[in-house]
């Protein structure tokens, strides 16, 4: 059992072929098969669903197979209008995302970059920020936001309440804080002589943070993007309360127009599940690295 | 000239003030450099305080006045803790909600929490396939809390589905008060494990090989290794997790919402801020006094994380 730990390196795929089945092993593999695919089935299985009629699956019931189709897609599209909700989503979501990373940024860089006495305050006051439970500042927000009146150009409904840019400053103060706390740790690590050279070379604080701090950060903010396109294209709760008309809203609380009064039909709302979470799945499968990385550069120093 | 002064001051003292001195070098600034960092710590920070921090102190306050939420602000009065008062003893849902957000944390704590670390512990060490394994047990955690109810509903319709389908129950898991929060507790656990693994996983890896080597030379099997070597140096990440799932129990919101919007058996403090906000009857104090039961819980947390990740930073 203990053959492979013997040259230190863990994680070597040959190290585990080399290995002696024993029955352990295989006890192993078959447990977490099992676990694997009692996790994956819930997708799978509205994935399944989307795909399949639903007279069909009224009639045989869903334990059958057979009844296949594309046009719940189709229905789901038009019902839900996500042409229009996934572009919401959109509009919503890239601006949130950028404004959060550049502001986290020059956050970060002050902290990491200019010993301030208060820059641990200063990002405590950041990170707090983000554990807040949203719902408990519910209340300020949405009166704050109901009485501020913008002129009818930046938002059509005259207040930031059913606004897009209402909506982005909430989902920016309160994803900025974690990203601060990430980019800052980040920061850190950069060579502190580097900067040196740089001032020596009469480049200015606008210059260090544009040309060597923010090219050097890139892989932690590809990885902070990931995550945070994640977030704020899933974030429901702000978009449930903040935005009032149906077409502002953004695609993941636009589900529900897919639900009936009194009947609902689960094939349909399969199919738009599936649309929903199609981004999010995309991202989890191409850029699975940069995701995980962004969620674990929070929690680890590492 | 002062570069040079300031580096050679340093090694002298080894303290927090000497390492301050050391790099005064190239922090001395002009005036537009000053003014840049001036713009850089303030807007932030000014948009942070308009939108978290001004509320969070807005709702304690309106928690101890009358508010109807229709009077100008002028004609606020202050009626001290008679919304407590009334939250406590004659707010029906206040309880039954209070009891489930208990159970949900304790699920967190007692199922999802020891399953993901127990799923990363397995999947830490060298064994074929492990990034297929870890890949789908973290897929749910793409996936928006609200998208997944909408996909466990597939599984709990009464009438559609799977779970009556194969067994013939005609139960409304979503809708029958006595199976909902259950229901929703295995749907959101789902995802709540493959967050936890992840955490774990990264933690793990972090954990210096030599100190399992030495366990092993020692004649530790794997679980003594695990909970008297391992274990105890993963004390930070620990005490993280601990934090996250306290503080993603106060937070499920999403998930009830599209179920029902936390009635009839899925009662949460979260939910009931929000009808007291958005619903039919605004009563504003009442809604920020059950905001402000909140705020406390998880500042008591975020003081303690905020501890654990500062003291990590020095």
């Not at chain 2, 029906?92 to 159970?103: D, G, K, Y």
């Not at chain 2, 109810?149 to 194969?166: R, T």
């Amino acid at each position: 059992m203990s053959t492979s730990t013997m040259t230190g390196k863990r994680t070597t795929a040959t190290a585990a072929t080399r290995r002696p089945l024993t029955a352990g092993r295989v006890g192993l593999q078959v447990f977490l098969i099992v676990v694997s695919l009692l996790w994956l089935f819930p997708v799978l299985w509205a994935v399944i669903n989307s795909f399949r009629d639903y007279a069909y699956t009224a009639q045989h019931g869903y334990v059958s197979f057979g009844g296949f189709t594309l046009q719940n897609y189709v229905n789901a599209w038009q019902q839900a209008d996500f042409g229009r909700t996934l572009l919401n989503s959109a509009i919503i979501t890239i601006p949130a995302v950028l404004l959060t990373l550049f502001l986290s940024s020059c956050i970060a860089f002050v902290v990491a970059r200019f010993s301030f006495r208060f820059n641990l305050v200063l990002l405590g006051v950041f990170t707090a920020a983000n554990l807040l439970p949203p719902q408990a500042l519910l209340i300020p927000v949405y009166r704050m936001f109901r009485s501020i009146q913008v002129p009818f150009w930046f938002s059509d409904s005259g207040t930031l309440l059913n606004s897009f840019w209402g909506l982005i400053a909430v989902n920016v103060a309160f994803q900025t804080g974690f990203c601060a706390f990430v980019l800052s740790n980040y920061m850190k690590t950069l060579p502190r002589e580097m900067y040196e050279s740089a001032v020596v070379d009469g480049a200015g604080v606008l210059r260090q943070f544009f040309q060597l701090t923010l090219p050097l950060c890139r892989p932690a903010l590809a990885a902070l993007a990931t995550l945070e396109v994640t977030w704020i294209y899933n974030e429901f709760f702000w978009a449930t309360v903040l935005i009032q008309s149906g077409e502002k809203f953004p695609v993941t609380s636009s589900l529900n127009n897919l639900r009936g009064e009194f009947f609902t039909d689960n094939n349909l709302v399969a199919a738009g599940s599936v649309l929903v979470a199609l981004p999010t799945l995309i991202i989890f499968f191409v850029l699975q690295r940069q995701f995980v990385a962004g969620l674990t550069l929070g929690s680890t120093k590492g | 000239m002062t570069i040079t002064n300031a580096r050679t001051a340093a090694p002298s003292s080894g303290d927090r003030a000497g390492k301050r001195r050391r790099y005064r070098g190239i922090d001395q600034l002009g005036g537009l450099d000053r003014l840049v960092i001036i713009l850089m710590v303030v807007v932030p920070t000014l948009l942070l305080i308009w939108l978290v921090w001004f509320p969070a102190v807005g709702s304690v306050i309106l928690s101890f006045t009358n508010w109807d939420g229709i009077g100008p602000l002028s004609s606020i009065k202050f009626i001290g803790l008679k919304n407590y008062v009334d939250v406590v003893t004659i707010y029906p849902p206040f309880w039954p909600a209070v009891q489930h957000n208990l159970i949900w944390l304790a699920v967190y704590f007692l199922v999802a929490t020891p399953l993901g670390i127990f799923f990363a512990v397995l999947l830490d060490r060298e064994i074929r396939g492990t990034r297929i394994y870890q890949t789908a047990i973290y897929l749910p955690v793409v996936l928006s809390l609200a998208l997944v109810g909408f996909i466990w509903q597939l599984i709990y319709s009464k009438d559609q589905g799977l779970i009556n389908g194969l067994t013939g129950s005609t139960i409304d898991w979503y809708g029958d008060p006595r199976f909902n929060l259950w229901a929703a507790l295995v749907a959101a656990t789902w995802k709540q494990t493959g967050y936890v693994m992840l955490l774990y996983l990264a933690g793990l890896k972090g954990v210096d090989p030599s100190l399992r080597e030495a366990a092993k030379v020692d004649g530790a099997n794997e679980r003594q290794t695990f909970f008297r070597v391992v274990f105890p140096v993963m004390a930070p990440i620990n005490i993280i997790v601990l934090v996250i799932t306290v503080i993603e129990s106060l937070r499920a919101f999403d998930l009830v919402w599209v179920i029902n919007k936390g009635r009839n058996g899925l009662e949460l403090i979260a939910t009931l801020v929000t009808q007291n906000v958005v619903g039919e009857a605004s009563r504003i104090g009442f809604g920020s006094a059950l905001a402000t039961f909140m705020l406390i819980i998880s500042t008591v947390l975020i003081a303690v994380y905020l501890r654990i990740v500062m003291r990590e930073q020095r």
